[in-house]
């Protein structure tokens, strides 16, 4: 009976081994961009399944989130609509229309030259067989960096290992991380194009499938961000999740409060950061190390952390599919003013 | 053969495979896309490598791969700012040493020169298109008027 398990879950492993590189054979081979962002996606949702079996729920749990879900987006957010935007398209007298600007904005690109072709394949082989020697080199038996976490375990202020490492044993790491999405956003607003395309209108369906989805989206977030002291879970999954809830809620014509909207996100972009910072804090005060806290008042600091880096986390991943900032007032709305 | 080398193999296949697509795809949205393939393919080989079945998963190499992937995210969305930028400005998605295989009039019957004509006065240009209906931004905002 053992066996026949093992045997169908390796089975299972094939299946899901062959179909992650048979998607990414596809993506990389096709001429249509389109196509192979579709198939980045399947590629993702496909890696997490592969995290499930290989133990690793919480990085499951991000990649379906953030790897297919929020990059997919990111990506096709890139082509949607743009040949008509452009400024040489526009001064071509081809503006609102979605004749491709050159031929390679068309759906179908011509490929490389075959020069440069074989040079690419050559070099992805070497790399493919370093990787592959590297890898049978690697020793089976060794006991890995579990027996170093578990001292750290009893009095770190939460259960799962996973979340122990990114906010207790490992913080600055995530403090780090915090600062790069923070960068991130920045960065992409600053290279903003002037011209922001318009809103399209919502359709019924995208309404109606709003007001569903995004109470039922942060409501999961909320859970993944509860569970994430002590099972698979935490601020970046559940972040993202609202995130997702955000962008829909965004293409819905979901508005901002009248006044201090867009303060009130530009405040939330930053308050993980801060709020990390202070908690990072509290180790200096009692002559420990920054951002270690450990016993009784880390659990606090843990929770406290978790639920401002989620705000913080889906508002940055929001703003960066945005690509641009929020307008300030009612009567700047213009993209004028933030960009000088 | 083990579950841990099935997926170490795979993740060693799909690196390479996207290093050739990261090279030789010529719109840079389709570089990155092959960049994104990279990245979720040395996560993959990470923790791949650290496991050790029957024993229980190291949770260190998880919470690396998970800020991998954050910081992925985060690089993904100022490139995809970028790329948006880069159109705007030359009016092709494509990088200048990637353009027009096999010379350029096969593929562009104006001559390779036509985007760099057209740019040639952004300012100008800029100027002219002025705080138009376009530059509203897509945030959700107040109604205007």
Known sequence: MATEVTGALLALDVVLAVSLVGCAAALVATADVF????????????????????????????????????????????????????????????????????????????????SRRVAAALAAAAVAGVVLLALSRVPTRHPGLAPILAPHMPDAG?????????????????????????????????????????????????????????????????????????????????????????????????????RGGAGLIRAGLVAATLVFLGAGAYGPAR???????????????????????????????????????????PERTGGDDEFG | MSSVEIYGAAAALSFGLAVYGAIAARPVIHKLVSLNVMGASVFLLLVAASARPPAAPDPVPHAMVITGIVVTVAATGYAVALIRRMEWERGSGVLPEDAAPGGAASEQPGGGGRERGEGGAPEAENAAEGPTEEGRSPWPGPPRG
């Not at chain 1, 980045?40 to 919480?58: E, H, K, P, Q, T």
């Not at chain 1, 009784?296 to 401002?308: F, H």
Request: hydrophobic residues 55%; charged residues 15%.
């Open chain 1, 35 to 114: 196509k192979a962002t579709v198939l980045f996606i399947v590629f993702g949702v496909m890696m997490a399944l592969v995290w499930g079996r290989l133990g690793a729920v919480d990085v499951a749990l991000a990649e379906a989130a953030i790897g297919a879900g929020i990059t997919g987006a990111l990506l096709l957010g890139a082509q949607t609509a743009q040949p008509a935007r452009r400024r040489g398209a526009a001064a071509r007298g081809r503006e609102h229309t979605f004749q491709p600007a050159t031929p390679d904005d068309a759906p179908v690109y011509q490929p490389a030259r075959p």
């Open chain 1, 158 to 258: 939460a259960e799962n290992p996973v979340t122990v490492v990114l906010l207790s044993v490992r913080a600055y790491d995530t403090l780090l991380e915090i600062v790069v999405l923070l960068a991130a956003v920045i960065a992409a607003w600053a290279s903003a194009v002037p011209a922001a395309p318009k809103p399209e209108p919502p359709g019924a369906l995208l309404a109606a499938a709003t007001r569903v989805m995004v109470p039922v989206a942060v409501l999961i977030g909320g859970y993944l961000l509860w569970r994430g002291a002590a099972a698979p879970g935490g601020a970046f999954q559940a972040g993202a999740v609202i995130a997702g809830a955000g962008i829909l809620a965004a293409f819905a014509g979901v508005e901002l409060p009248r």
């Open chain 1, 287 to 329: 002559g420990e190390p920054f951002l270690h806290y450990r016993g009784g008042a880390a659990e606090g600091l843990i929770l406290v952390i978790e639920v401002v880096a989620t705000l913080s986390i889906a508002l940055s991943l929001v703003g960066v599919f945005m690509g641009r900032p929020p307008p300030r007032t």
